[in-house]
């Protein structure tokens, strides 16, 4: 069985050491065609945050819920890791002000990562030690002769069922940290596209943005800024497969958030009772939320 973010165990096998955001590509893309084709572009959605050193970084304001709210800018943001932020990007992510950075990297991504987050923003940050289980990966990969980009985009779809519920207790930190208002949250990973996709998707969700919305910014994870320095930094056996295999990994596919809800509402009869349940967001944790984090 696939265990907790299981594609990205596979990024970690290298350090991925980034001196600086990557030259652009583009910012989005809507169904699994597109996952394998992002072209160069020289414009981004306009919530993306250029720091030099991380990619993905990006605002979730701006976003409307189906009541006709608004989701705040300023306050919460989603990435991939900060630890190898330039001194100007440093700079840049000091004027947000952020009170929390939830890390949702495993221990040994954590290790082999050049710069250490922890050591960069104290306080602030907040992580766990665990160990991503390999599940069956290996077999999966033993033989790269026989993968396609079909076998790969099913192990990433498998591996979107069980990742929310093995990222509970840092999803449950996560929404401790927004219901509790002391300023701007950061919540990141390696890539800042599936761990960091699904939480995104969570809150988003829980503050009542449609899920066709929800979907949509979780696309635009592919081309995002400094995203095409993701297979270089994978390990050289797989680096060497054809672009069209590698794709579902690097990038993101629609059918990949949709399993995760499915499974939720399989599993909890809807999200929000995987919320209640599995993270201790009730009722009330959401109206304070919602009157925090929405306009």
Partial sequence: MLRTAL???LLALTAPAFAETAAPVAAHAH??????????????????????????????????????????????????????????????????HVSRIVDLRTTMERKSDAYSQQAAFGDVYWTR???????????????????????VR??????YRTMPKEQAPAYRELFASLVAGTGPVVVNCTAGKDRTGIATALVLTALG??????RQDFLLS???????????????????????????LTGVDGVYLDAA??????DYGSI????????????????????????
């Fill in 129 to 151: 030690d665990y160990a991503m289980s390999m599940g069956n990966m290996a077999s999966v990969f033993a033989d790269p002769s026989k993968l396609n980009a079909e076998s």
């Fill in 209 to 214: 943005v449609p899920y066709e919305t929800v």
């Fill in 222 to 248: 592919n081309g995002a800024p400094g995203m095409n320095t993701l297979t270089a930094s994978i390990s050289p056996m797989l680096a060497r497969l054809p672009a069209d295999v590698i794709a579902p």
């Fill in 31 to 96: 169904d699994h065609a597109q996952v394998t084709a992002q072209a160069p572009a020289t414009t981004y959605d306009s919530r993306f945050v250029l720091l030099e050193g991380t990619r993905n970084f990006r605002d979730l304001g701006g976003l409307h819920t189906a009541d006709g709210k608004t989701v705040k800018s300023g306050l919460f943001f989603r990435s991939g890791p900060l630890g190898s932020l330039s001194d100007k990007g440093k700079a840049d992510f000091a004027k947000l």
């Fill in 154 to 159: 099913q192990m990433m779809t498998g591996a």
């Fill in 7 to 9: 594609a990205l165990s």
């Fill in 272 to 295: 929000e009772g995987f919320l209640d349940r599995e993270l201790q967001v009730g009722p009330e944790q959401i109206g304070r939320l919602r009157a925090r984090l929405l306009r």
């Fill in 261 to 266: 809800f499915d499974q939720l509402r399989k």
